[in-house]
């Protein structure tokens, strides 16, 4: 009876976490650069726009838009900028495996009332939610892509089509797209 409410009150809170989180999120979503320059130069920040030519970094908190030419460019590391995500479905997935766990571990050596079994269980929960939380930051610290020029005979072309899906310009063109009319 209790594993019942349990489960339904689990799947409850992971239904209005996951609901509110991913109804929430921003369309667009926005890439941390660091750049390294062919002299050994280093800038950071939000990956605002490229073009044929340039890349367009945004720092924080500053709201500086600074311009680096492509042809001076020797890498780029892209980290994403929200990882909220990640984040809470680490923390649910950790609390579920570790509340199954110990209910099953209940089930074999059972607790001496239902509040101690209850106690145990939110607690085992509690401690895997906390568990799965700081391993997803870990994970999502880690992830990240680095893109260096592929193409020697244009390597302004070849680092603008790796960079510029991840740009927040470009994502919004994409978003902002509307059906041509004249199609019809």
């Known amino acids: 009876m209790f594993l ?3 489960l339904v009150l689990t799947a409850w809170i992971i239904g209005s976490f996951s609901i509110e989180t991913f109804a929430q999120q921003p369309l667009v979503e926005e890439y941390r650069v660091r750049i390294v320059t062919k002299e050994g130069n280093r800038f950071r920040g939000v990956l605002d726009a490229v073009t044929d030519s340039q890349l367009y970094v945004e720092t924080r ?3 500086w838009r600074r311009r680096i ?39 074999q050596n059972p607790a001496r009332s239902p509040v101690a079994y209850g106690l145990t269980l939110a607690f085992a929960s509690a401690g895997g939610a906390t568990a799965g939380l700081i391993l997803s930051s870990a994970i999502g610290n880690v992830s990240s892509r680095v893109i260096r020029p592929l193409d020697p005979a244009n390597p302004e ?28």
Not at 74 to 93: F, H, S
Not at 170 to 178: A, F, G, M, S, V
């Open 4 to 6: 019942r409410r349990y």
């Open 61 to 63: 908190p500053q709201h």
């Open 69 to 107: 030419p492509l042809s001076a460019i020797r890498k780029v590391v892209i980290r994403r900028e929200n990882k909220k995500t990640v984040l809470i479905t680490g923390a649910v997935i950790g609390a579920l495996i570790v509340g199954f766990i110990s209910n099953e571990s209940l089930r």
């Open 157 to 184: 072309g070849s680092l603008r089509r790796q960079l510029e899906p991840f740009s927040v310009e470009y994502q919004q063109d994409l978003l902002n797209r509307l059906p041509d009319k004249t199609s019809k």
